[in-house]
């Protein structure tokens, strides 16, 4: 039947006569891997969300889709009641595996790399089950091991983060014949790409520099002048309302919109229950407020509606402008990020330079590395973001003591970095020192992008520069940042420090400077006229 109920039938469109019938069945259905002539594939990955199961025992995270701006966050398939290593379940070891394969160097790597096409389940006639909606090809860009919770406890999974691709250029559609060729051994995964939609084509042949270019965006009309945009957004966050006591800025509302944005950015409902807010926001006002600012977690909950990025629902309409905690206890309202911000913070780039914006105007004296830990959003306090993971087992072996360190480390590609440091002479690309040792000369490979948590950027000749060690460790810690133009500007007050240095044959990726610029609050693509490049 090529239709059911006068949708169009996803059977029938798929039916094919190289490639067993596709399943829907699981929300992560991989197609069996064959072997070409230039290696191993699998043709498709079919990606499937429930919104009406999210939250319930079966399915207890929330896939967040952004189709306007072509990002997904997409939890795996760990359970609490699996007892198996998490990522080695069937759903998130195949994401894992394709992770790595996005992350090709190569062309040739990424020809071979398998295409996710993602669905959303949709109810129709009153129906929630059975109905699928098309959402577009994607390409994996991080995955995270995090902790969620259910009725049976705590348990690990994974969050996968997803770009989807524009396919305006395809009418938003792919053609299954291209999917029916990567599943024929005959064809090689090269010749393959003729079927496929132009912006794959482009990231195949770029990788993930290509991605801020062929991601899908939305083309609806201008927004109008009461449309929140990120310029607005990140103007209402350096001009809260707060109050000043000697000189000094009250921390109530920073800490409580740095909770929600990190409710955003991990994954989770935008509204919370006042009860579940007083006790978390509480926390954080005792731990980082100033010395002598009582806890009052009510206040910033109520209040925070003046900063038109906050909600709260569950209230009488005819609430005094005063909330008082008793009442708030009573009633259990919920409050949190309005649907508006929660979209545009939905974006790492945005969530980035929010959370950098609320840092260094209100809370810049604080512990970064605690505060930072305490939201989950542990490694944005640096551009190298959380490196290792070790346990140390203590021994007394001698005069000093020694220890016995078991470690997780990202491996990096040395030889990639020395060609890199040989093009540069050893000569930082911001002061052009080079410093003389007793054998030779020295310099250090940056990573624009951290290799570590949460950035889990790419160790690739785009993404490295090559600076002394005090510009390395300004560089690290977001005291400088490189502009547009190529200016190295101070993040502090943006005065100039000097000009990056380039050189021919090293490019560096302007989508892994974007990404530094947003972690040091000083992304400004967002803001671009429409038509701008992105």
């Not at 067993?20 to 259905?29: A, H, W, Y």
């Not at 002539?37 to 199961?53: E, Q």
Request: hydrophobic fraction near 35%; aromatic fraction near 6%; include cysteine.
């Amino acid at each position: 039947m090529t239709h059911i109920d006068g949708y169009p039938n996803i059977h029938h469109v798929t039916a094919s006569e190289v490639l067993p019938q596709i399943q829907l069945s699981k929300g992560i259905n991989p197609t069996a891997r064959i072997t070409g002539s230039d290696g191993r594939r699998r043709p498709c990955i079919l990606i499937r969300s429930s919104p009406w199961k999210a939250g319930t025992a079966e399915t207890p995270w929330r896939d967040v889709f952004d189709l306007d701006n072509g990002r997904i966050r997409y939890f795996g398939d760990h359970r609490a009641v699996h007892t198996v290593p998490v990522g080695t379940t069937q759903g998130n070891a195949v994401l894992l595996e394709t992770l790595a394969e996005h992350q090709g160097r190569t062309p040739e790597q990424r020809a071979l790399a398998v295409p996710l096409l993602v669905f959303a389940a949709v109810s129709r006639n009153k129906t929630p089950k059975g109905y699928v909606e098309f959402c577009g090809v994607a390409v994996v860009d991080s995955a995270e091991e995090i902790e969620q919770q259910s009725e049976d406890g705590a348990f690990p999974n994974y969050r996968y983060g997803l770009s989807v691709l524009d396919l305006s250029e395809e009418g938003d559609r792919v053609e299954w014949s291209w999917i029916e060729a990567r599943g024929n051994p005959d064809l090689s995964a090269a010749e393959t790409l003729e079927l496929a939609p132009r912006a794959w084509r482009r990231w195949v042949e770029s990788g993930q520099a290509a991605l801020p270019d062929v991601r899908r965006r939305s083309i609806s009309p201008v927004e109008s002048s009461a449309e929140l945009t990120v310029g607005k957004l990140m103007d209402r966050l350096r001009n809260l309302r707060v109050h000043t006591r000697a000189g000094r800025q009250a921390r109530h509302k920073p800490l409580a919109l740095l909770w929600g944005i990190s409710r955003v950015a991990t994954g989770k409902p935008y509204l919370a229950p006042w009860r579940e807010f007083r006790d978390e926001v509480g926390g954080l006002m005792a731990e980082f407020g100033l010395p002598d600012s009582s806890v009052t977690p009510e206040y910033p909950f109520w209040h925070l509606q003046t900063s038109r990025l906050w909600d709260v629902h569950g209230l009488p309409h005819d609430r005094a402008a005063v909330t008082h905690a008793a009442t708030l206890d009573r009633l259990n309202p919920e409050g949190g990020m309005s649907e508006q911000a929660g979209r545009l913070l939905g974006d790492p780039y945005v969530w980035s330079q929010a959370v950098a914006v609320l840092r260094e105007t209100y809370l810049a004296d604080v512990d970064q590395h605690a505060l930072m830990e305490r939201l989950g959003l542990a490694g944005y306090e640096s551009a190298s973001g959380v490196v290792d993971s070790a346990e140390d087992d203590v021994r007394e072996t001698g005069p000093a003591s020694r220890r016995t360190v078991a470690s997780s480390r990202v491996v990096r590609d040395t030889a990639l970095t020395a060609r890199v440091k040989g093009l540069h002479g050893d000569r930082c690309q911001i002061c052009d020192l080079q410093l003389r040792t007793r054998f030779g000369t020295y310099s250090e490979a940056a990573h624009v992008r951290g290799l570590g948590r949460p950035h889990n950027g790419p160790d690739e000749q785009p993404n490295l520069i090559v600076l002394c060690p005090n510009h390395h460790v300004q560089f690290d810690t977001l005291a400088i940042y490189i502009d547009e133009q190529g200016a190295v500007r101070s993040t502090a007050d943006d005065s100039t420090t000097g000009r990056l240095r380039l050189h021919p044959t090293h490019q560096i990726s302007e989508a892994h400077l974007r990404y530094h610029r947003a972690l040091c609050g000083k992304d400004t693509t967002e803001h671009a006229p429409p038509g701008a490049p992105a």
